[in-house]
Every structure is written in C-alpha cells, then in structure tokens.
C-alpha cells in the first residue's frame, strides 16, 4: 500500500512524510513528561503568528499576539463548516499546529479533582472538566487595605475651607527632619511636561493643528539649544500625526532625544485612558497601538507610566503595564482624603498589587504588583504641584504670553541676579515641604500645565528662569545641601530604589475620585459614569465588531494567500488600512474626556461620527472575508447583507428582517445566481458566526416579513423547537401618538409587517454555521405565540388591518403569574412583571422554602448647581434619599405572551437587594457542565408549567413575609433592541447545498458578545422634562410584557 502510495506523486510522498514528522513530535513530547496526546476530535489547533512576532506555542498563552482558531474542516459535501487542509497549511505556509491536549487521566471518578503544588506558580487544580489547569488564587496580603482605611477617613476634615492639608502636624515633622542627620539628603527632579488632551474643548484634529504639533516641533527644536532641558510626551496618538508630517531632520532629532534619555515616552498608550468607563479590552488595545506604533517607528517601549488626568484611578491599568515590564508609574487624581493619608503616613510611593494571588506563591514572584508615585497635591499644574502652598507656586509659573492675563502672569516675577537668593530659598522651602511626606526625601516636581509650551516664548521663559534657580543652588550645594536637576520620572524611580529597600503595599482603588480645591466643598466626580450613554454604546459596538473583523480577517486573508485568489488578497491590503484607522479611531474614544462624555457637544459629535464610521468599515470587512471563507471555488461578491442597518451615528441600528415572501422583481433582495422570476422568495439562508473562542448555546433572534416559516441547521435537520414573537410598534414616537395628538397614544400594536423568530443554535469555537429558512405553509402554527393582553386592539384601526394578525389574543387572567419546571417554581407580579418569589425543588420535585424577591426602582434627584457631566451630587432638599417610582407601572398595560419557547437561561442570583440583570447564557470564563454550573440552569430536560395565581392565593404586595429570607433579587427587565444584543453575529449564506436554496440578500445579523442590555438609546441629554416624561413611559411600556412558556421548552425572557 505505501508503495503505491509513493507512485501516485510527491503531494501524497509530503503528506506521508507530515505524518511521519507529526508522529514523532508527539513521541517526543511523551518522552518529555506530557500528558498523552490524545484530542478529543479531528479538529487541529492553529496558532496563528500575529503582529508581534512571539513565536510561542503555548495554546493556553493570553498574549494578544497569539490567535487560537481551531478552525472546522469545509468541502463540498459539507458546505456549512470552513476547512482548512491541515498538511498543505503547514507545507505551504509553516503554520504551528498543535493538537489538542487530552485531559489527564484521573484515578478518582469523572468530575474529582487533583492538586498538584507548582513551585513557581503556587497551587494547580487539574480538573478533567476543565480543559488545562485552574490556579487556586487567594486574597493577596498588603500593608494597605482601601477598604479598610476609607471607613476610618474624616471627609469633612477641619481644613476643608483653606484647601490646603498642611497643617501644623505636618510643619513640626518638616522642622525635626531638618535635624534628622541620618535622613537623606535632599533630591529634587525637575519634570517639565505638557498634557495634551486628544479632543476635550476642541477636537482632536484642532488641538493638534492649534497646539500639539506646534509644542513637539518646539521640543525638538528648543532641546537642542537647551542641552539640560528634559521633556516628556505621552498621548501617542498626538506623535503619530505630528511624526507624519514632520521633516525626517526633526524625526532623526527626536529619535536622538529619545535614546539620549532627554525626552522621555511615558505610558506610550494611544491616549491617557479612563479607568472608570473603558472595557479591559479597549484599554490593553490602546497601549498595544500606541506601543507598536512605538516599536516600529521609533524603537522604544516605556518603561514609566504617567495617568494625571482621569478622573479616579483603578487597579487595571497597573497590572497592565506592570505585564508590560514596566518600572514604575504616576497618578494624579484621588481622594483629597486619601492625599491627606498618604501624606501623614509617608506612604506615597506603594506597590500596587491586584486583589488575588496564587496559593502557594512566593513575594518573588507576584504578578501584576506595580510600583507607583502619588502626587502629593491636588492638581498637575505648577500652582497645584511645587508644594503645599498655591499661592507661593505661583511665583514660579515663568508663561507671560503679550494678552494672556491669568493669575500666574501677574504674580509670577522672572528670576534676575537682584532676586534670585530670595526666589531660590522660597522655592527649596516648598520643594523640601514636598519632599518631607516621603521618607526617601526625593520629590519629583512637574512643570507645566494642559497644552504648555506651545509658545516658544513659553519655552525660553520657563527653561532660562529655572535654569537660572538650579545653577544658583548647585552653585552654593553646601549652603543648601540639595541635589536638583531636569530630569525624567524614570531618573526618578531610580533614584527612590537606590535610597529604599522596600516599599508598602497596596491593594483596592482610588473611586470615587473627590477634590476641594476648586471651591473649598467636596465635589465627587461620580457623574462622568453615566454621563452620554449612548456613546459609551457605539464604543462597545465598535470594540466587539473590531475584534470579530481582525478574527476573520486573520483567517481569510491567509486562506486566500493559501489558495493564490490574487484578488482577494489585493482587496484585503486595501482594506487593512481601514482596520488600522478603526482601531486607532476606537482607542482615541477611549482618551478620559471621550468616553466619559466630558468634552464639548461638537467634539463629542466628531467622536461619535468616527465610531461610527469605523463601525461601518469593520462591518463590511466582516462581511467580504466571510464571502471569501463560505465560497466554494466561485467569485462571487457582495451577496452577504449585515443584518443590522446603521442610518447615522445618533440611532440605534435596526434590524434588516430576513427576505422571505416578497417579490423578487424589485426588491432590494434579488438573486445572485436564480434570476428575476416575478415569484415570491420561499427559501433563503443566513450565517452564524461564533467570534469567541470556546461553544456557545445561543438563543438566536431573527425578524422575519411572514410568521409562516421553519428553519433548518447547518445539518439540514429542521428544528423542532422555534418560537415565533410578535414584533410591539411601541418605539416608532408617531405609533405612540406622541406630539400627534392621537386618541390612540400610548397603545400598544402588533407590528403586522415583521415578526421575530428565535431558536436556539450550538456553535463551536470561531466557526461560521449556515442555517436556512424556509416557507411553512403547514406546521407553523404550533410556534406561534399567545397574547393575553387586555388592552393589546385599537378600536380606531380599520377592519382591512388587524392588530393582532396571526396570533391570538386573549384576555389577561386574574391573579399573578407562575412558572414552574422540574427545578424551581418563580412568581411573577401581575402588575409589574417583576419576579416576586423563587422557590426550589429538591431531587424528588419537593418544593423548598420560598425566598420573597423585590425589586424597586429609587432615584436620587441631583442639585441644581455641583451636578453636571462631570460631578454628581443629590439635591439637598430632596426630604427622602430615594424615591420609589413604582406607582408609574400601575397605569400601564400588562402585556403576557405564552409561546413555544428555547431553552437555556441563566438566573443572575445574588445575595443582596441590588437589582441585577436577566440575561441569556453566554460562555462563562471557565467552562462548567450543567451539573457544576454555580447559578440554576433550566436544562432541555426540565418540564415547565405556566399558570396564574389568584389575589387570594397570594398577596400582590412587594413586600417580604417572615420568617423568609432577605430575596435574591433578579432585574428582568430587558430593553426591545435586547435580541440583538446577544445574539451571536448571523450572516447569511448563498453558496449551493443540497439542503437549502441560494437566495439573494439575506441578512447578517452580529452579535453584541461585549454589550450588556438595558442601555439608555437616546443622544439627546437635554431633554424637556415633558419629553422626559414620555420617554421614560415609553421605556416602561417596552418592560412591561411577560413570555410565558409551554411545556415543551425551559427558556424564560421578559420584556
């Protein structure tokens, strides 16, 4: 056999010879002490090398430029899985394919776990259940716990009016460290700096083209005629436009800046984050692209972080760069309490470690912990920062630009030979104040302000008078006993380990942030979390649509350079530079007065239009590369359609409903490759695709023009479980009769020209799955839904047009409504729709003590002055702190709808009263089975039983009823955009099987697998309070819907 084998051609003699080399590398992995390799199935793991380069094969490896695809095999016989052919891929292009790895054989029963002790990692669970190992982690051990020393703060401390901390405690410890002759001799780092904001006041583009590019092109200049003058630059974003422009003399003097140590890059992230409302994944994106741009352009990477300006500081971005090897970082804005703490304590500079640690590790190696600088004072300006006196600072802001009057350029006096001893010795004095709440006696001391040295009068100003004060000092070093200089924060870091052995540690977080500089009042900066919420939305869509986008664009672009489509592969470099642009326009919103909602209406606008512009071009992308992987040898383009429809960037998108049942000729929905035939569409076909990277059992939501329709899998079986829903017109505000003057306003109508159609879809790992749907003129009728409803008809609607179309109507029973399966029993408020008790069964079906649930809705009514897009404080007169607005649902409809339904949901429970959110499953981080899942899972083999409660049965009342316990509340309220937001993404397939028909145009619809529901879809955030009214009855109106399930199915969902 293997002689003939040989005589068919070299392909078969290098495939022979793979497996050959394949089998001998698993021998070898044996010899060295691994767990069999033995996968679970045929599907062979790609690693894919991505942009920078590490060639490392660790399937379990979290480094971002590793992409895992197990990708799924594609041939004609089965054309709804991609394949691609494992033996030609290594050959051709060298790829790393690893199998995967078989759980290790346990000698206890399936499910048992074993303990091993990892010497350099700490304690390491192997669990067959698990695919790899699972580190125990605990809570880390810290000098300095957040949470125990914020109780313990005075927040309406005595110095509260003079702003000012330094109190007399403070100056008699500066007086005995004068005759500390042990204490370190006094160092001093001068930092002159520039905070460039990438759009705040003005936009992005008109900061730089005004300020930014005018400062970098002074530095580089100036730098070279001031051989002592030091800078540093940290907004990435600002460079990269200035480097684009610049002449390559300028950038051969930066680059020279830069490895001399005299300019240094701090943080190197595209912007200075947000660390309250940015996701984890847009914020490490942004370090990356700022990083790379760094490494290919300049070749250097940061060592320092510099965070002055976001509003708070969270322990994210620490262990971030602290993964990013870095030395040390600087933060600006906390607590005015915990400014006066470190200060007392001489706890400024701390290591900040993250919350958990791996059991069994050692201090040596710790991840995540991060040493870090607190600025002492309140503010990074020169007034704010020299000492803990403002108005002494003053004197030393040197900026005196010809009409430019600001309290600096008044007081401030430049430095002559008159003057300089007198100015020399006041500034040492603050300095020394400064250095004092240190025990190394360093103090590091930022000269500058937001959008300084743009003025070269500016930059002679500041450098010349303060070149003048240290020369002085130096000059007479035995007098003042101080070392001072320019220099950089790494100069600093330096210096502070070579005087410190050890550092205190820290573990929790610096929110809400709070100062009292500004008027001598506490004023939390708590408003920025929700201020515009529709933008922090289009940053999350554009976050999950990047990624999807870099995923398939990853795949096809390889596949075509694999099979030589020269166009394709033309297409995709073209395109690549629109990736590029949405990655960089999504880390830009991610500057902390983007996301956080703090800049200018124009500017947020300008914002908004390149998140949505970018949204536009990865959808698209989206869209060719999944042409390209579903083809079969054929060209065709442009025949898939995402199924969400995005107008402009101030609305939401809409659904594109899938084109069955209307007329080809004309319709925007012709086919490809059928023709114009005048016949109606009977058949069409979408796709799935699952952008995570591990299975996903996922309720799928499609709109559909006709509710007579099945749906078939990409196995060609028919499902059997579909539930179809009507669609409510209560979003349209003319359906509503708002402003109309309707007598039919507020009414809820069955949309007669849409319907919606859920099943429940498995998909694997990073796979695109066809699915198909057809007419039903027959069986339909069974996953139609029931409305009970009793004021669901319009009186007013012509006879010709019905409001509840296919679907029954019925009259709402009395009494609260009850879901019950095998598992446990819930009760819903007939009034309200929220859940009211939860009761669980035990394994022979008995029915356990009931836990009472409720859930309100309390609001705080913000003052009329200190509240605004950054601030919030509640309104002093408000004589009650919440407010209950539970008595609005009482005037709204209730609306139950009894359907075939799919089946798995998750029940977020929690042990407090807070309300929490009802959401679909979706994967968790560590993959359980049913049986270990922590929150209750109705399984497909459960039975349910929906019923309604009489009054008399139970009491409507939200109450609790002793002796039950405290509730486990659940939020089920879910807003009507809630399918699309976590359906995975659905696009739709045309390519020719004998189970479904080619069909033209059929939808795409994306997933939102990062979105939480429940968001706020409006732009505007200065309504009237009457529009506020009718907008917040409409939101109401949306909730207030019950589906209540058949027996068949155990999936629960509210609207």
Sequence with gaps: MSLKLFRRGSARCLGLLSAFVTILLCLYYISMGQPTLQPKDTTATITIIGGSGSTSSNAGNANGALLHLPLQHFNKNSPHKIKINDQETLEKHKYVILQQKQQQQLSSAVGSIAVSNDDETGMVVDNPNWDGKCYILNESVTNITAGDEYPKFDFQPEWIRTKEYWDRGFEERFEAQKSDKERPSLKIIVVPHSHNDPGWLKTFVNYFQADSRQILNLMVTKMQEYKEMTFIWSEISFLQLWWDQAHPTKQRALKRLINSGRLEITTGGWVMTDEANV??????????????????????????????????????????????????????????????????????????????????????????????????????????????????????????IPGEYTEYSVKAEFITDENIEKKAQLLLEQYARTASLFPHNVALIPVGDDFRYNKEREVDQQYINYKKLIDHIMDNKRLYNVDISFGTPKDYFNEIRKRSESFPTFKGDFFVYSDIFSEGRPAYWSGYYTTRPFYKIMSADLEHNLRAAEILFTIAYNNALKFHHENAIKIFEKNYEKMINARRNLALFQHHDAITGTSKAAVMRDYAMRLFESTQDVVKMQESTIELLIQNGTSHHNFLLSELERDNFSKLPRKTPIPLGINSIGSDFVDINLGLNGEKAKSTSFVIYNSLAQKRLEVITLRTLVPNIKVYNELGAELRHLQINPVWNITDPYDLGINTGSSSAGRIRVSTRQYEVMFVAQLDALSLNTYRVEIDEVNYKHAMATIYCDECTDTTTPPSVTTNGEFTVKSKPAGDVQLENNHMRLLFDEKTGFLKTVTRKNKDQKLLQPMQCAIKFAAYRSAQFHSGAYLFKTDPEQSEREKDRKTIYDELPNISEKTVCCQTIVIDIDCFLAPKKLSLTRPAIYPFSSSQYPYPILSPDMSQVASWHTPSVYSAASTFRNPYPSSLPINTTIPSDFPFRFSPSLMPSVHSSPHHVLNSHPAVVTPGPKQDCGQDSTTNHRFSSKKKEQMLILQLRKLNAIIILRPSLDFLVQF
């Design 279 to 400: 996701h984890i994944y847009a914020m490490l994106d942004q370090l990356i692209e700022g990083h790379q741009w760094l490494r290919n352009n300049l070749n250097v990477t940061p060592t320092v972080g510099w965070s002055i300006d976001p509003f708070g500081h969270g322990s994210t971005v620490p262990y971030l760069l602290s993964g990013s090897n870095f030395e040390g970082a600087i933060i600006q804005r906390i607590h005015y309490a915990w400014k006066q703490w470190f200060a007392r304590q001489q706890n400024g500079d701390f290591i900040w470690t993250p919350y958990w640690e791996k059991q069994g590790g050692t201090q040596s190696n710790k991840q995540g912990q991060l040493l870090m600088h607190n600025m002492p004072f309140d503010i990074y300006s020169i007034k704010g920062s020299c000492g803990p006196h403002p108005y002494i600072c003053l004197n030393f802001d040197f900026r005196k």
